[in-house]
């Protein structure tokens, strides 16, 4: 009778099929763990994104309240209709509190929330009748045309008392109702409010966030578990080490060594990697831009000083660009120290800065030169503009002629020049002997320079 001389045990065949069969379900496993964390970030990327909107949107509606605030006061200090219109444009046709508002009512569920937002509406609305009053004042002081008014003006009736005051207590009224501790605790009201919104959005965004960093790292284990069990499969465990982990790691010392960030391939936890040295990377680099900001920065105004100025003046070089170059001096600063202080001398060019900074574009760039010097760099303009530009200096004098804010009474002596063709040295020469003018014809002025007649 004849033996069975075959072995006993697992084929090589039958195991590499096994082994071929599991991994591909651990595989499949992987996949779809994978997924599912794509979709999980996915959820916290837009609980994070409706949170931004819904802050935008209570910054709108706050912006929109102060933007009508700042209008209106100019208009009761500077009578200048310009303002006025400014108000009436924002309030009843762009109406940016109304409609960010509205887009959040489309959007968002939660309306104990959504109510705080509607009542800094509902204050700021009431608050417009103080102002609607205010300018009405001033109208009726300055004596406006009724052609000249904006419609809604119209329905605005003074009081029989304040129709007999004089001009002039008209004129301190109007101030008043828009400076005074009642507006303010309004616009406190204002503010209080969409605080609250924004931390009850908030809250509820990070329990959100929360749940789903919980789902997140629980799927995350799961997917860590189906690499450590396919790591120990046959050949197809050495292929996957080639593909998710040697080739990423090579890419990613070509990246370092070139100093770029790092692409997001391989494995989870190379991607994890990724994101993390990517994080810190962009961290870097933004402290770097933050520390050549802030040399660029004079420390005591903050804007720019002598050396960004000195840069700027390179770039503008290679730019011929139509420009406009404003030399300013504080008048009489050196007395002002004497007399007051250098702690009031420092406040002074602070305010200096900050009216310099807020009254031209944002595009154009103020700069503290050194001491009691300051310049202005405005990018494309034509010398066609140059009434709108003394307009601006002449109105930061009379702000600076005021002494508010416990500062004493200054003002500045402006040159202008304009250039074609962007900075070269001539335009600082003329921009400066401007400047020479005015302070010969007694400071406190703005000069645009002029080219000297040609004779024949």
């Not at 072995?7 to 071929?20: A, D, E, Q, S, V």
């Not at 605790?185 to 924004?198: G, P, R």
């Not at 965004?205 to 046959?234: E, G, K, P």
């Not at 494995?267 to 050549?292: G, H, P, Q, V």
Request: hydrophobic letters at 40%; aromatic letters at 8%; glycine letters at 4%.
């Amino acid at each position: 009778m004849e033996q069975n001389t075959s072995p006993k045990g697992f084929r090589i065949r039958t195991l590499n099929y096994c082994l071929i069969l599991g991994a591909s379900i651990l595989y499949i496993f992987l996949i779809r763990a994978t997924l599912q964390i794509s979709k999980k970030y996915e959820h916290l990327l837009l609980a994070t994104e409706d949170y931004i909107a819904c802050q935008k949107s209570a910054a709108l509606v706050e912006e929109g309240s102060d933007f009508l605030t700042e209008q209106v006061r100019l208009f009761a200090v500077t009578q200048d209709l310009t303002y006025a219109d400014a108000y009436f444009k924002e309030a009843y046709e762009n109406k940016q509190r109304e409609h960010a508002l509205e887009r959040l009512e489309l959007n968002l569920t939660d309306t104990a929330s959504l109510s705080y937002l509607q009542i800094a509406l509902d204050h700021s609305n009431r608050l417009m009748e103080r102002e609607l009053y205010s300018i009405k004042l001033v109208a009726a002081a300055n004596n406006y045309p009724q052609n000249r008014l904006d419609p809604v003006l119209l329905t605005v009736e003074l009081t029989a008392q304040d129709l007999l005051l004089p001009p002039d207590e008209k004129l301190k009224k109007a101030q008043s109702l828009v400076f005074d501790t009642g507006y303010g605790d309004a616009k406190a009201l204002i503010k209080e409010n969409t605080s609250c919104f924004i931390t009850n959005v908030l809250n509820a965004t990070l329990a959100h966030q929360a749940a789903s960093q919980n789902d997140l790292q629980r799927t995350i284990i799961r997917q860590r578990i189906y690499i450590s069990l396919l790591f120990v499969m046959n050949v197809l465990t050495f292929l996957m080490i080639i593909v998710l982990v040697i080739k990423p790691l090579r890419i990613y010392i070509k990246n370092i060594q070139n100093d770029r960030a790092l692409e997001l391939i391989g494995s989870y936890e190379f991607r994890y990697l990724a994101l993390t040295y990517n994080t810190i990377y962009e961290i870097n680099a933004a402290n770097y831009t933050k520390m050549r900001k802030k040399a660029e920065l004079d420390p005591l105004t903050g804007i720019m000083n002598r050396g960004a100025f000195e840069q700027l003046k390179e770039r503008l070089r290679t730019h011929p660009l139509p420009m406009a170059l404003l030399l300013i001096d504080v008048d009489n600063f050196k007395t002002v120290n004497d007399q007051n202080g250098h702690e009031i001398g420092d406040r002074v060019l602070k305010k200096v800065a900050g009216l310099l900074t807020n009254s031209f574009r944002p595009s154009d760039f103020a700069i503290r030169i050194g001491g009691d010097e300051f310049a202005v760099v405005m990018t494309d303009i034509q010398p066609e503009l140059k009434d709108a530009v003394v307009k601006k200096a002449e109105q930061i004098n009379r702000i600076l002629l005021l002494g508010e804010d416990g500062l004493p009474r200054i003002s500045l002596s402006i040159g202008v020049a304009f250039s074609s063709n962007g900075f070269h040295d001539e335009l600082y020469r003329n921009a400066d002997s401007a400047l020479y003018i005015v302070k010969q014809n007694g400071r406190c002025g703005c000069r645009v320079y002029e080219e000297p007649a040609q004779t024949l």
